[in-house]
């Protein structure tokens, strides 16, 4: 039975023509900074991103890594929200490796971050009892907030409070291609605000590996060597640089058909009586949904009678459940799911 995939934008499968390109890529030894197409990668995100110097990395969790370990010195602290990504996903490797503080804040329903609570969580230089505030971490799109697309105002007011304050601005833009598709905006004014922006080639724009950070040349320089610390350094990293190339040229206008998608399944979850939509679903790519209490069944049984059904999808908290739409799923994907989800909940009702 084929199976479809719903967990992750990140499931997807490099197309054929970035095996083309990643067969057929020109490499050198990236820690030397020889390699031609990592360095055309690079240039090309920096100035889809509108930042001076780009940095390929492993992955959107190195990126976000590596960022704060170039913004931030050891004792000092990053705030961010409590839904973000930084905060919930990341093994918490700023303060494992860099020793930076997280000074979580709540997310407003709607993916940001309230200015009075940056406010309030800011620290008194002058207090040697407290931490130094030094960077701020913003999320666009916002994934566990509804995959929700933050507003170019919005950014641009939390720019003028770090700059008040004296602090870094980081953007986590795992997924800025898909803000800028559904804002109708460019990701580099997205992202003119910020101080750095990392986005993921691995998850709609299709590229098995790899995310690249950006930022003015100081920071890239300092990131570069940071990436090496943490054991970054690619050598012939050409091969999949290749792909993200391919990503960038060619991915980046579909993903609006990855948001119609998405779209369209959460209508159809909309119709089953069992299932609630979450979360202003949906506001991209990504559908939240809860099922109704009315049924008896555990998260893992219901994951494991979806899979039966050749769908699979992934919790995503108490109760709440997440789909997300990428180029490996279709419009039969979607009925085939939504009619999965009628048998498995018509059959424990
Ligand atoms: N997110 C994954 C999981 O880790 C939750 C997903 O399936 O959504 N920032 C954001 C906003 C992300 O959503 C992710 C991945 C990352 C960073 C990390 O990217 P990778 O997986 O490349 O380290």
Redo the contacts with the bound molecule.
Sequence with gaps: MKTYDF????TTRPTERMRQAMANAEVGDDVYGEDPTVILLERKAAEMVGKDAGLFVT????G?LVAVLAHCARGEEAIMGTQG?TFL??ASGISVLGGVAMHTVPNQPDGTIALADLEGALRNPRDYHQPISRLVIL?NTQ?DCGGVPISLEYTKSVEAFARQHGLFLHL?G??LFNAAVALGLPASELASPVDSVTF?L??GLCAPVG?VLCGNQDFIRKARRLRKLLGGGMRQAGVIAAAGIVGLEEMVERLAEDHQLAARLARGLSEIEQVHLSKNSPQTNMVFFKIDSSVKLSTKEFLQAMRQEGVLLMDSGPGEYRM?THHDVDEQAVDVSLSAFRKVLSRKC
């Design positions: 967990r992750s934008d990140t992955s959107g969790t190195m976000n990504h996903h990341e999320e994934n986590d795992a997924r993921c691995s998850k995310s997300v």
